[in-house]
């Protein structure tokens, strides 16, 4: 796996993005990430989709390295680490759990986070919350319009759009920061791109395998 990384700071603190679709808080040693939407493949293929059954399990192994390059002691998923339970996925994650278990995991509840806590406690999530305010930073799954604090959120899976040739436009995944609100990209694989839903004044870190590029 190529790991490229950018630098930045935001509220007041310096992290780490990289092009595997997550950041890292040096300071915390803290991996952040969102939308990870464990079961979804398996939930599709079970409804007749022809999906790759490789999709999840290559989110999990991207997340394993990732843990092991940063060296990371805790774990913030901004919100939708569930999609279905009770498939290969969600055991999957079962056993990705057996070989970080000194990981702290924190879930901030997304949309499709509608399980039991008991259930997640289970999956080895340690703490569970709607939002979480840590060292100033606000973490919340859904970007809010006005926080007096630096926030991080997912749900979006933000996304541009490139020209790239005469009638040839091809979609990223990126970061975007939106005034005071810093926009996660999905973490798995296997979700869209919303290219349309931030306003013109939005900064985009845009990435690809080989490195990143800002709009």
């Known amino acids: 796996m190529n790991i490229v990384e950018h630098k930045v700071t935001f509220g007041k603190h310096d992290f780490i993005l990289n092009n595997q679709r997550s950041m890292f808080w040096p300071k915390h040693q803290m991996l952040i990430l969102s939308d990870l939407h464990l079961g979804k493949t398996a939930h599709l293929r079970k409804n007749g989709f022809a999906i790759p059954s490789y999709t999840h399990s290559h989110d999990i192994q991207r997340l394993s390295e990732l843990i092991q390059y940063y060296q990371a002691q805790q774990l913030i998923i901004v919100g ?27 879930l901030i509840k997304g949309n499709h986070d509608r399980l039991s806590n008991a259930f997640l406690y289970d999956l080895g999530v340690h703490q569970i919350e709607n939002s979480f305010l840590f060292d100033g930073i606000l973490f919340v799954h859904e970007p809010i319009s006005e926080s007096e604090h630096s926030t991080i959120s997912g749900h979006i899976h933000p996304g ?6 005469k009638n040839n436009r091809k979609s990223f995944p990126c970061f975007a920061l939106h005034q005071n609100i810093l926009i996660l990209p999905a973490f798995s694989l296997f979700t869209g791109l919303d290219t349309k839903s931030l306003d013109k004044n939005t900064k985009y870190f845009a990435f690809h395998s080989e490195g990143f590029f800002f709009i």
């Open 160 to 165: 541009v759009q490139v020209n790239l040739l």
């Open 80 to 106: 939708d680490m569930i999609h279905a339970k009770n498939n290969k996925e969600v055991m999957a994650w079962k056993e990705f759990h057996h070989e970080n278990s000194d990981l702290k995991m924190i």
